[in-house]
């Protein structure tokens, strides 16, 4: 029997109901996609938000998010991205977040799976890094069960997706994660946000996924920021015990009348 769980990422929520992120109201977007999450996939086990939650990272803007996610908090996982307030997420979500050093992560067994989740934020800049205390929780973590399909989490990519601007400001210490892949072939799949687009590459077999934002979407292929217009998404992941999975993701079109 597979295990259903469900990523949203970029969600650049603001305190102002009505702030616009490049035209794009957030809240509005972020209202959308939880409604077809209730609807479609009220079932899937997990839901895991992986980093820019709060845009202008404030504590009332995580409070706000909470409340949003009520209906989700005993399935919640979240971890940071470069748009984030460590110690606001832990006083806002303190239950759903494991702190390791000053990183929030998540650990989960569920399914026959291990679901590992990182926080690749470098305060004060917008590429990530793992850094070398968290690569040796990873290590850690990896061996628990080392016999069991693991996917890992994070909110910076760590491969390269072929647009320049996008791929200069990715997880720096890739090369550290993606060395121990070949130590630890239980790691089915990486997942990441941060680009606000859907991708998906490779390193040596092991599938490199981006999900869409909830929020704006950038364009891919471009020099620069540039909005595009397709709408906002999420991805659903189905595990198999077996350790082979599916993964799709879904578009939310949003109604002009918000
Ligand atoms: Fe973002």
Same mark, same amino acid.
């Given at each position: 029997m597979s295990t259903r769980i469900v990523q949203i990422t970029d969600?650049?929520?603001?305190? #102002?109901?009505?702030s616009e992120l490049k035209g794009v109201c957030t809240r509005t977007n972020l209202y959308a996609v939880l409604d077809v999450l209730r609807r479609?996939? +009220?079932?899937?086990?997990l839901l895991i938000v992986t980093g820019d939650l709060a845009h202008d990272e404030l504590l009332e803007t995580y409070e706000v998010l909470r409340e949003m996610l009520a209906d989700w908090l005993p399935k919640l996982r979240v971890i940071g991205g470069n748009h984030e307030n460590r110690a606001f997420m832990r006083q806002v979500f303190g239950e759903r977040v494991t702190a390791v050093d000053d990183r929030n992560v998540f650990a989960d067994s569920i399914g026959g799976w291990r679901l590992i989740g990182l926080d690749s934020q470098l305060v004060g800049e917008v590429r990530g890094q793992m850094g070398e205390s968290q690569r040796n929780w990873l290590v850690r973590e990896l061996a628990v069960e080392p016999q069991s399909p693991t996917g890992i989490f994070l909110?910076?990519?760590?491969?390269?997706? +072929?647009?320049g601007w996008l791929d200069e400001i990715r997880?720096? #210490?890739?090369d550290q994660l993606h060395e121990l892949l070949p130590k630890n072939r239980q790691v089915k799949f990486i997942c990441a946000g941060h680009i606000h687009h859907e991708t998906m590459v490779f390193q040596g077999d092991v599938p490199v996924l981006t999900t869409p934002a909830t929020s704006v979407q950038f364009l891919p292929e471009t020099d620069r920021l540039i909005p595009d217009p397709i709408p906002p998404g999420f991805r659903i992941f189905d595990l198999e015990p077996d350790g082979s999975f599916r993964t799709r993701v879904v578009r939310v079109p949003i109604s002009s009348a918000g």
């Amino acid at each position: 029997m597979s295990t259903r769980i469900v990523q949203i990422t970029d969600l650049h929520l603001m305190a #102002d109901p009505l702030s616009e992120l490049k035209g794009v109201c957030t809240r509005t977007n972020l209202y959308a996609v939880l409604d077809v999450l209730r609807r479609d996939f +009220g079932s899937a086990e997990l839901l895991i938000v992986t980093g820019d939650l709060a845009h202008d990272e404030l504590l009332e803007t995580y409070e706000v998010l909470r409340e949003m996610l009520a209906d989700w908090l005993p399935k919640l996982r979240v971890i940071g991205g470069n748009h984030e307030n460590r110690a606001f997420m832990r006083q806002v979500f303190g239950e759903r977040v494991t702190a390791v050093d000053d990183r929030n992560v998540f650990a989960d067994s569920i399914g026959g799976w291990r679901l590992i989740g990182l926080d690749s934020q470098l305060v004060g800049e917008v590429r990530g890094q793992m850094g070398e205390s968290q690569r040796n929780w990873l290590v850690r973590e990896l061996a628990v069960e080392p016999q069991s399909p693991t996917g890992i989490f994070l909110h910076h990519p760590t491969q390269e997706v +072929g647009t320049g601007w996008l791929d200069e400001i990715r997880l720096e #210490d890739a090369d550290q994660l993606h060395e121990l892949l070949p130590k630890n072939r239980q790691v089915k799949f990486i997942c990441a946000g941060h680009i606000h687009h859907e991708t998906m590459v490779f390193q040596g077999d092991v599938p490199v996924l981006t999900t869409p934002a909830t929020s704006v979407q950038f364009l891919p292929e471009t020099d620069r920021l540039i909005p595009d217009p397709i709408p906002p998404g999420f991805r659903i992941f189905d595990l198999e015990p077996d350790g082979s999975f599916r993964t799709r993701v879904v578009r939310v079109p949003i109604s002009s009348a918000g």
